[in-house]
């Protein structure tokens, strides 16, 4: 809505011409929400002023289709490191512990509880969002499942305990989350490259098998 607003905002400026001759200022806050970006937004009010009105037009519409698609698809941009390409749901234990299906076991005497989440999933109120790109498997078990902290992982390889852990390729966001000790198949040390564009050397957690990674799992579209 803030976005909408300061595109009519955005509109009603440019399309007045001594306004937007008079106060390029004005206009440059309405192209920018954010007071720091103001002089760079300022660099486009002072180019939108000097243009005619037909044109005038036909930036606005395309700035204001442009902004309203970075604020929809940033809101669904999974945080996760580049060579990550499995379909491999994530499956989650007693709410806050990473497994996988192994720690479920085969049989269904130690299955408590079973579910998927069903509504769209979004950062601002699901602290797991950055783990549901391809599903989310939630699972009570009627037994103890062991596990590590993301701060011990991070320890045991002489990492700052707070660094971000990875798991299967995708950030981890909130440091409730643990990892199911039975379920960990391999950890990597990924140093920062051009690539993975990392502030600092990070653990990568592989809850999958090799073969999962490479060809994925039969389990897909859970949400």
Same mark, same amino acid.
């Given at each position: 809505?803030?976005?909408?607003?300061?595109?009519?905002?955005? $509109?009603?400026?440019?399309?007045?011409?001594?306004?937007? =001759?008079?106060?390029? #200022?004005?206009?440059?806050?309405?192209?920018?929400?954010?007071?720091?970006?103001?002089?760079?937004? !300022?660099?486009?009010?002072?180019?939108?002023?000097?243009?005619?009105?037909?044109?005038?037009?036909?930036?606005?519409?395309? $700035?204001?289709?442009?902004? %309203?698609?970075?604020?929809?698809?940033?809101?669904?941009?999974?945080? =996760? !490191?580049?060579?990550?390409?499995?379909? %491999?749901?994530?499956?989650?234990?007693?709410?806050?512990?990473?497994?996988? &299906?192994?720690?479920? +076991?085969? #049989?269904?005497?130690?299955?408590?509880?079973?579910?998927? $989440?069903? &509504?769209?999933?979004?950062? *601002? @109120?699901? *602290?797991?969002?950055? $783990?549901?790109?391809?599903?989310?498997?939630?699972?009570?078990? #009627?037994?103890?499942?062991?596990?590590?902290?993301?701060?011990?992982?991070?320890?045991?390889?002489?990492?700052? =305990?707070?660094? +971000?852990?990875?798991?299967? +390729?995708?950030?981890?966001?909130?440091?409730?989350? *643990?990892?199911?000790? @039975?379920?960990?198949?391999?950890?990597?040390?990924? @140093?920062?490259?051009?690539?993975?564009?990392?502030?600092? #050397?990070?653990?990568?957690?592989?809850?999958?098998?090799?073969?999962?990674?490479?060809? +994925? %799992?039969?389990?897909?579209?859970?949400?």
């Amino acid at each position: 809505m803030a976005i909408f607003i300061r595109s009519l905002n955005l $509109l009603d400026l440019a399309l007045d011409k001594k306004r937007n =001759k008079s106060k390029p #200022k004005a206009l440059a806050r309405c192209v920018s929400g954010n007071p720091w970006d103001i002089p760079n937004a !300022l660099l486009i009010a002072l180019a939108l002023a000097n243009i005619n009105e037909t044109h005038m037009k036909r930036v606005i519409f395309t $700035l204001i289709f442009t902004f %309203c698609l970075t604020n929809i698809y940033s809101q669904d941009t999974y945080v =996760k !490191l580049p060579t990550v390409k499995n379909n %491999c749901p994530t499956i989650i234990i007693e709410k806050d512990i990473i497994g996988n &299906e192994s720690a479920i +076991g085969t #049989k269904k005497e130690l299955i408590a509880e079973i579910s998927v $989440l069903k &509504e769209k999933p979004n950062r *601002k @109120e699901h *602290k797991f969002f950055n $783990l549901t790109e391809n599903g989310i498997i939630f699972v009570s078990l #009627k037994k103890e499942t062991a596990f590590r902290t993301q701060s011990e992982l991070n320890e045991f390889f002489g990492i700052e =305990k707070n660094n +971000g852990v990875y798991v299967n +390729g995708y950030l981890i966001e909130n440091f409730d989350y *643990k990892i199911a000790t @039975e379920c960990i198949m391999e950890i990597e040390l990924v @140093e920062p490259d051009s690539e993975n564009k990392l502030e600092k #050397k990070a653990i990568n957690v592989w809850t999958l098998t090799k073969e999962e990674r490479i060809n +994925g %799992c039969e389990r897909q579209n859970v949400n």
